[in-house]
């Protein structure tokens, strides 16, 4: 039986900011996969006229117990001041998602 997983899009100004955003969620165990998706084109309005920007995209996979802490975790860490960030929830083959479940545990403190 699959097993319910979030991923989360998110599109940083560059590498650095991205390897940057990724590590640290990683380390925070939010996220047991952060998919560097690479350069993207954006095209977007933007305070009432059109730009455009090259940017990195990062596709985050986490536990559906860790998505809103990962959302604000993004959120407060990101460059933008209003950054791209997109989540939904997606069935993920059974030993994904137990081994994303499991690596986005906290470990216990005794």
Not at 76 to 81: S, T
Not at 83 to 92: F, G, M, N, R, Y
């Amino acid at each position: 039986m699959n097993l319910p997983v979030v991923l989360m899009l998110s599109t940083l100004p560059d590498t650095a900011a991205a390897d940057s955003l990724a590590q640290a969620a990683l380390e925070a165990r939010l996220a047991a996969c952060v998919s560097n998706i690479g350069a993207v084109a954006s095209q977007y309005h933007w305070k009432g006229a059109l730009a455009s920007a090259q940017e990195v995209q990062l596709l985050f996979k986490t536990s559906v117990a860790r998505a809103e802490e990962l959302q604000r975790f993004v959120e407060a860490r990101h460059p933008y001041e209003t950054p791209e960030i997109l989540v939904w929830q997606v069935d993920a083959s059974p030993g994904y998602g137990q081994w994303v479940n499991a690596e986005t545990q906290r470990p216990l403190h005794v």
